[in-house]
């Protein structure tokens, strides 16, 4: 699963935990959630790996080295990178790329191109590896039925289409909320971790000359004797660390300690265990490599197993979709994306969220995948390499923190940020050989992202400007109003704006035409606080200018969702009075025609008026009530 994102996977706020709960109720929910995608790796990791070995597995280095290099690979990065350094950067408990971004944006004290970008790549890429992993995960446990005891030849055929069934299923029950279930996430995750413990314990004595895979030195030796085959062998053993950015990303949920005690304790020895044991287990019989995971299951549990596997890349897949929900939450909320419908699925659990185009975009995106790929090794080409861009632009954003927020001489940020960044850049150069053989198709489609992200952010500024360049300024406009006062109209006015300075599209149309001023008119503009979360105290603020006029400021977190009618209930204690159903809500609607000469190319014009159409009504997305809305529109060139 990726961040990512920040993703901040809001399975979560599923479990509703309160922060009165255990610490261990935290870290068993952790589990669940964060380690889904992590827990699901030794399906196909060890026997993608041995696969591209020069002796094809066979060879006792070969065994010694690919598990030494997974063991290794889960220390040096999951463990120092992640749980020890990355996690202490956190913006306000939340982590993840956007809160990242966020984050060093803040300690940068000004809007950074670079960082904003970074983010912006990061959150692309998020989506592709979204994509991928509920296909490999529940592709990769499937495939289990191929080996099954005496019906697995007659059950092979139909593989892909159980996954699809299982996957679409998935898809169309995200929007009644999976709150209902999500408490058995970690437990059931939990029984899938000490399974792998204890089928690693129960293979591990059929060779314990095994345990010499522990050592650094046969995972380097086994990279010097394959050469640059070697190299390419690295893409393969990254699979086993997919899923590692999600300790990042889902801190906010259950806090630092919890995820840290559940990797320690519970999740890193049962996974270091079970790749020892498939190790052992292909040591002492060679035929083993081709699918070392489920030649380890005895016949006599295989079903449970086989069925618990399944669960556990269910759970894995759907922190990865709801990751996505969260991630698409804090983008709009930040301006990445134009405004898009977020409905809530839990009326008193707040990370419960469902984005309906977030949810078929994924589930065309999986199947398509399913179906051109067919197998999970095939799958495994096309994976890894988003998960390792992300984790770069986690680093770079992390050098920023080090020298900006903790403010350390450049040559410790240098020191810190560099030595994760050699590693990551290993495993990205490694997975880039796969790009022909479908590493292409994230990438893709993370470029394909990253420029609908530049164009709605690019768009929207133009717009600003072109608005600001032809309007009034509102203090200007009271004046005028002062000396030749128009008639005036009971009740209040609200004029929703993103420049405060200005006088709003709606006011001045409502002047011109109507030629009526409201007694009481409020100028409101909707900010995005850079932290995950805003006070309620410090939510609505209120500037008057004169008598006529007062600007309101509502300010939300990124990881909130806009309510304006329960922002404007705080302005009462402000001493600000108004009855919400004898209010007009006034909205500028502005229809945007493309311009060859002047702003975006004309190219970037046409998909930025497409966002501006397809993008959520404001009405709905600040839940204000549609009877007091009115609209008034302005025609724009970009």
Not at 436 to 465: D, N, S, Y
Request: glycine share 8%; hydrophobic share 50%; charged share 15%.
């Amino acid at each position: 699963m990726a961040d990512q994102a920040g993703a901040a996977v809001d399975v979560a706020d599923e479990t509703s935990h309160s922060p009165q709960e255990g610490f261990w109720a935290l870290a068993l929910g952790s589990v669940g959630v964060v380690f889904g995608d992590i827990g699901t790796s030794p399906l196909y990791a060890m026997r993608e790996a041995l696969a591209h070995s020069k002796s094809g597995g066979t060879s006792e280095l070969a065994v010694l080295g690919v598990v030494s290099l997974v063991i290794w690979a889960l220390i040096l990065i999951v463990t120092v990178k992640y749980v020890v350094f990355l996690m202490r950067a956190d913006n306000k408990g939340e982590g993840g790329t956007l809160a990242l971004m966020a984050l060093a944006q803040r300690a940068l004290g000004h809007r950074s191109t670079i960082v904003f970008f970074l983010g912006v790549i990061g959150a692309a890429l998020f989506y592709g590896d979204g994509i991928i992993t509920p296909a490999v995960s529940v592709l990769g446990a499937i495939e289990g039925l191929k080996d099954a005891p005496g019906i697995g030849h007659s059950l092979a055929p139909f593989v892909v289409l159980i996954s699809a069934g299982i996957l679409v299923g998935l898809f169309m029950v995200q929007s009644r909320g999976t709150a209902s279930v999500a408490r058995f996430f970690g437990p059931i995750t939990a029984v899938w971790f000490l399974t792998l413990a204890a089928l690693g314990v129960y293979h591990i004595a059929d060779d314990l000359s095994i345990f010499r895979a522990l050592s650094p030195t046969y995972g380097v030796a086994f990279l010097i004797e394959n050469g640059f085959l070697g190299f390419v062998i690295l893409g393969s053993v990254f699979l086993a660390v997919t899923g590692a950015e999600a300790l990042y990303a889902d801190m906010g949920h259950f806090g630092k300690a919890p995820i840290r005690a559940a990797w320690l304790f519970l999740v890193l020895p049962s996974l270091a265990l079970n790749y020892l044991g498939q190790g052992a287990l292909v040591l002492a019989n060679h035929e083993a490599r081709h699918n070392p995971f489920f030649m380890m299951i005895p016949d006599l549990v295989y079903w449970p197993v086989q069925i618990l596997a399944a669960a556990a890349t269910i759970i894995a897949s759907q922190a990865v979709i709801t990751g996505a929900f969260s991630m698409t939450q804090q983008a709009v909320q930040l301006g990445l994306f134009p405004r898009i419908d977020i409905r809530r699925t839990s009326e008193t659990q707040a990370g419960q969220i469902f984005v309906p185009q977030v949810n078929t975009f994924l589930m065309l995106g999986v199947l398509a995948l399913l179906f051109t790929f067919q197998t999970s090794s095939h799958l495994a080409a096309a994976y890894g390499i988003a998960v390792t861009g992300s984790m770069f632009v986690d680093t770079l954003l992390f050098f920023v923190i080090i020298k900006y927020m903790w403010k350390r001489p450049t040559w410790q940020a240098a020191l810190a940020a560099g030595a994760f960044g050699c590693l990551d850049i290993v495993f990205i150069a490694s997975n880039l050989l796969k790009f022909f053989h479908g590493a292409w198709l994230p990438l893709a489609l993370g470029g394909g992202l990253v420029v609908v992200m530049w164009t709605w952010t690019r768009g929207a500024q133009i717009l600003t400007e072109k608005t600001r360049r032809d309007s009034v300024p509102l203090v200007e406009l009271s004046e005028i109003l002062k000396a030749r006062a128009p008639h005036r109209a009971p009740g209040t006015a609200i004029f929703l704006t993103s420049d405060p300075d200005v006088a709003p599209v709606a006011l001045m149309h409502n002047l011109k035409h109507n030629k009526v001023l409201h007694e009481k008119n409020v100028i409101l503009t909707v900010r995005t606080a850079e932290t995950p979360r805003v006070k309620e105290e410090d939510r609505v603020r209120i500037e008057p200018i004169n008598d006529d006029f007062k600007k309101v400021f509502v300010t939300y977190g990124f990881m909130e969702s806009p309510n304006i009618p329960k922002a404007l209930g705080l302005c009462r204690k402000l001493g600000l009075k108004f009855d919400i159903m004898a209010t007009s809500f006034f909205l500028g609607r502005r229809s945007v025609v493309p311009s060859a000469q002047s702003g975006m190319p004309l190219w970037q014009d046409k998909i930025f008026i497409f966002l501006m159409k397809n993008a959520a009504n404001p009405t709905d997305f600040y839940k204000i009530p549609p009877g007091r809305v009115v609209e008034m529109g302005a025609q724009v060139t970009v």
